[in-house]
């Protein structure tokens, strides 16, 4: 099986397209800015959401379904998320489409059916869900309210990319209701920690963890908490927010209680979400020029097994011994996949494996079999070795693990020798362009140089740190005084 990759160190973006493709992970589809998601690519989602979901249930949060459509007026009732998301809106206007008299065969729109109001296709689902919250909570003991949703969303993106990009997307999305701010911002906070578990011990990705500036924010919220990922070509990756919304739903949605004094409040809202987008994450964290390397956590097959072969009969006795070895595997609860195929060639099914990105392979022969052991390949390193098959099952469950911990330190270099701090604006547009990665800045805080320094460079704001040090200096492009750094990026 021929990979024919493009080299990440020639083109960066040709790489990502190419092996998002050939890995089968999802392909374009016959609908403009839409994406097919294939088996394989949907079997990493499926473990994904999964795991996620386990998180959310732990952390006491329901799941529930609401519509896709949003009718215009409730859309537009918070102002601020409608101007937000307004120029990326798909709007249903008819609802029956007719036999076209003049082209026989083609169908037209139906002028007698348009709606009475038109219908937006939700770019994400605070208004249809605030308007329903309002029947649900009327005292303080139907708080706080803890739901999610597991749902596609559409937004009309002019420039798609599979995964990162595109005009459908899959996604959660939390929205809860609590009874007091310090509540709605402690859901806030704990929503971004999850995100960061997940991301550094489910993806090994190590992520920053922050809040946005005031122009970076959702449209519509108070606060807006981030985790911000680095990838290989050293341009960021938003890979999770959690949004404290203060009142400002509750209010245009009038979703009010009456609290333990007996008074009427309203509710104080957050909502947090990731999409597919994760997945875009995954492929360019750690993948090579061989193809995918998925961290252990996440890979639909965890183990590969290889039989090589010259006759039916040593098949047989390579088969008895594999199934053996693979209920012994799965009792562990290691995923593994036995790969007799008669159709292609062992060098064929290590190439395929390898541009899969599977973990750990294992090949089996005669000699193998006479022996009493397994040539081991890692995925990861690319290194092979001869196991005896007594006590293997251990041997891969620490491997495995080992995997996991390597794609994460691997990532965590990467990206802390990617965190520069520069003092001026010259030395932050030279290693912008030289380097990449994550700058620690001084910034005055103003909206007005956020904007001029994201015209100049393309560069932005990806969040101020919650770690950050109070550290007294002037802005590196207005020289005015600044409270501590803020990390800059390009970004995906």
């Given at each position: 099986?021929?990979?024919?990759?493009?080299?990440?160190?020639?083109?960066?973006?040709?790489?990502?397209?190419?092996?998002?493709?050939?890995?089968?992970?999802?392909?374009?589809?016959?609908?403009?800015?839409?994406?097919?998601?294939?088996?394989?690519?949907?079997?990493?989602?499926?473990?994904?959401?999964?795991?996620?979901?386990?998180?959310?249930?732990?952390?006491?949060?329901?799941?529930?379904?609401?519509?896709?459509?949003?009718?215009?007026?409730?859309?537009?009732?918070?102002?601020?998320?409608?101007?937000?998301?307004?120029?990326?809106?798909?709007?249903?206007?008819?609802?029956?489409?007719?036999?076209?008299?003049?082209?026989?065969?083609?169908?037209?729109?139906?002028?007698?059916?348009?709606?009475?109001?038109?219908?937006?296709?939700?770019?994400?689902?605070?208004?249809?869900?605030?308007?329903?919250y309002k029947n649900w909570v009327q005292s303080y003991?139907?708080?706080?309210?803890?739901?999610?949703?597991?749902?596609?969303?559409?937004?009309?993106?002019?420039?798609?990319?599979?995964?990162?990009?595109?005009?459908?997307?899959?996604?959660?999305?939390?929205?809860?209701?609590?009874?007091?701010?310090?509540?709605?911002?402690?859901?806030?906070?704990?929503?971004?920690?999850?995100?960061?578990?997940?991301?550094?011990?489910?993806?090994?990705?190590?992520?920053?963890?922050?809040?946005?500036?005031?122009?970076?924010?959702?449209?519509?919220?108070?606060?807006?908490?981030?985790?911000?990922?680095?990838?290989?070509?050293?341009?960021?990756?938003?890979?999770?927010?959690?949004?404290?919304?203060?009142?400002?739903?509750?209010?245009?949605?009038?979703?009010?209680?009456?609290?333990?004094?007996?008074?009427?409040?309203?509710?104080?809202?957050?909502?947090?979400?990731?999409?597919?987008?994760?997945?875009?994450?995954?492929?360019?964290?750690?993948?090579?020029?061989?193809?995918?390397?998925?961290?252990p956590n996440l890979a639909p097959i965890q183990v590969?097994?290889?039989?090589?072969?010259?006759?039916?009969?040593?098949?047989?006795?390579?088969?008895?011994?594999?199934?053996?070895?693979?209920?012994?595997?799965?009792?562990?609860?290691?995923?593994?996949?036995?790969?007799?195929?008669?159709?292609?060639?062992?060098?064929?099914?290590?190439?395929?494996?390898?541009?899969?990105?599977?973990?750990?392979?294992?090949?089996?022969?005669?000699?193998?079999?006479?022996?009493?052991?397994?040539?081991?390949?890692?995925?990861?390193?690319?290194?092979?070795?001869?196991?005896?098959?007594?006590?293997?099952?251990?041997?891969?469950?620490?491997?495995?693990e080992e995997i996991q911990n390597n794609l994460f330190?691997?990532?965590?270099?990467?990206?802390?020798?990617?965190?520069?701090?520069?003092?001026?604006?010259?030395?932050?547009?030279?290693?912008?362009?030289?380097?990449?990665?994550?700058?620690?800045?001084?910034?005055?805080?103003?909206?007005?140089?956020?904007?001029?320094?994201?015209?100049?460079?393309?560069?932005?704001?990806?969040?101020?740190?919650?770690?950050?040090?109070?550290?007294?200096?002037?802005?590196?492009?207005?020289?005015?005084?600044?409270?501590?750094?803020?990390?800059?990026?390009?970004?995906?």
């Open positions: 099986m021929s990979k024919n990759l493009t080299k990440r160190a020639e083109d960066y973006s040709k790489w990502y397209n190419e092996l998002v493709v050939k890995a089968d992970l999802a392909e374009n589809s016959g609908v403009r800015g839409c994406m097919v998601i294939k088996p394989y690519g949907y079997a990493i989602w499926e473990k994904m959401q999964a795991q996620l979901d386990k998180m959310f249930k732990e952390t006491g949060h329901s799941n529930a379904y609401f519509p896709l459509f949003v009718p215009k007026s409730m859309f537009e009732a918070e102002e601020k998320n409608a101007e937000g998301f307004a120029k990326e809106c798909a709007i249903v206007t008819h609802y029956r489409l007719k036999n076209d008299p003049d082209h026989k065969g083609k169908l037209m729109v139906d002028p007698n059916a348009k709606l009475e109001e038109e219908l937006i296709v939700r770019p994400t689902s605070e208004a249809i869900i605030w308007s329903t003991r139907d708080l706080p309210l803890l739901i999610n949703q597991w749902a596609n969303v559409v937004r009309w993106e002019m420039r798609t990319r599979l995964f990162l990009r595109t005009a459908e997307f899959l996604w959660q999305e939390g929205h809860t209701a609590h009874a007091t701010e310090r509540e709605a911002i402690e859901e806030s906070v704990k929503m971004m920690n999850v995100y960061a578990d997940f991301a550094e011990n489910f993806m090994a990705i190590p992520v920053v963890k922050g809040v946005k500036t005031e122009s970076e924010r959702f449209a519509g919220a108070v606060e807006t908490y981030c985790i911000e990922a680095l990838m290989q070509d050293g341009k960021a990756l938003q890979a999770g927010t959690s949004h404290f919304l203060g009142q400002n739903f509750a209010k245009a949605f009038e979703v009010k209680f009456a609290n333990q004094e007996g008074k009427q409040d309203y509710v104080w809202g957050t909502s947090w979400g990731v999409s597919t987008r994760l997945m875009g994450a995954l492929v360019m964290t750690h993948s090579d020029d061989n193809g995918l390397v998925l961290p590969v097994i290889v039989p090589i072969y010259k006759t039916d009969e040593q098949l047989e006795a390579i088969s008895t011994e594999v199934e053996k070895l693979m209920i012994e595997l799965r009792k562990f609860g290691i995923s593994v996949k036995f790969d007799a195929r008669t159709t292609h060639k062992p060098g064929f099914k290590f190439n395929e494996y390898e541009l899969k990105g599977v973990p750990v392979r294992l090949a089996i022969g005669p000699n193998d079999l006479e022996n009493g052991t397994y040539e081991v390949a890692r995925r990861d390193t690319l290194s092979k070795e001869i196991v005896s098959n007594e006590g293997i099952v251990s041997y891969i469950s620490n491997l495995l330190e691997k990532a965590l270099a990467y990206r802390d020798s990617h965190v520069t701090e520069v003092n001026s604006f010259e030395e932050f547009k030279n290693l912008l362009d030289t380097k990449g990665g994550f700058f620690a800045a001084h910034w005055d805080g103003t909206a007005e140089t956020e904007e001029k320094i994201k015209e100049l460079t393309k560069a932005t704001i990806r969040c101020i740190p919650l770690d950050r040090a109070n550290e007294a200096g002037v802005c590196m492009f207005s020289g005015k005084p600044s409270a501590g750094r803020v990390l800059f990026a390009k970004a995906y």
